[in-house]
């Protein structure tokens, strides 16, 4: 199962960055994503489309549907500039868990 | 507070067989998952596999399979991952991260990463 994301994305303080993940019909699986800051372990902070792990700003959202998913960030702000990852579980073919390549979002 | 705690960093020759261990703690070992992922200098991330720590079943990923070998000790709370016919693509950064078992897939919470140096 393959995960298309855009490599980058730029966005200026306090506008909106949108990341999207591709993948077949990935509206009927879970998906997550993490936030990973230079040098850092990545962080999670949506997962199964559009909850928040408890600390992640309300300024963080997902939806899931047909086949993309969208990360939002509202209101960007200079330390959300990191890359973003989506991830998947195929639990409908190997088990396996899937990446995508990732996006780095600059904030001018 | 969960607390996932790894081992230190690696280095070894071409061929030779590395195990780093993962500890994790501040929950009940056995309602999670355990999974390592590996990230090269500058590339994403890249699921190796995981184990189920109270009947040590694996699932691993193909890209993976054959070199690697998860492991857990659950007197110990600690997960183990061992990569064996080491090369020099497998120098990277390898996390251990929780996968609750009652959830949708997300990996809550993750270690501070070991690097593996490959090199003659």
Redesign the interface.
């Known amino acids: 199962y393959v995960l298309t994301q855009p490599p980058s994305v730029s966005v200026a303080p306090g506008e909106t960055a949108t990341i999207t993940c591709g993948g077949d019909n990935i509206g009927s699986y879970?998906v997550?994503w993490?936030q990973?800051k230079a040098g850092q372990?990545?962080?999670?902070v949506v997962?199964?489309g559009d909850d928040r792990?408890s600390g992640i700003p309300e300024r963080f959202s997902g939806t899931n549907s047909g086949n993309t998913a969208t990360l939002t960030i509202s209101r960007v702000e200079a330390g959300d500039e990191a890359?973003y990852?989506c991830?998947?579980?195929d639990?409908f073919r190997?088990?396996?868990?899937?990446?995508?390549?990732?996006t780095k979002v600059t904030v001018l | 507070e969960v607390q996932v705690l790894q081992s230190g960093a690696e280095v070894k020759k071409p061929g030779a067989t590395v195990k780093i261990s993962c500890n994790v703690s501040g929950y009940t070992f056995s309602d999670y998952y355990i999974?390592w992922?590996q990230q090269a200098p500058g590339k994403?991330?890249?699921?190796v596999g995981?184990i189920d720590p109270e009947d040590g079943d694996t699932?691993y990923?193909?890209n993976f399979q054959g070199r690697v070998t998860i492991i857990a000790d659950t007197s110990t709370e600690t997960a183990y991952m061992k990569l064996s016919s080491l090369r020099s693509e497998d120098t990277a950064l390898y996390?251990c991260a929780t996968v609750l078992k009652s959830?949708?897939?997300?990996?809550?919470n993750?270690?501070?990463?070991t690097l593996i140096t490959v090199s003659s």
């Open positions: 879970n997550h993490y990973q372990a990545p962080v999670l997962h199964d792990p890359d990852y991830q998947v579980w639990s190997d088990q396996s868990y899937v990446f995508g390549i990732g | 999974h992922v994403g991330l890249e699921w995981l699932v990923a193909e996390y959830g949708g897939g997300a990996l809550n993750w270690g501070q990463g």
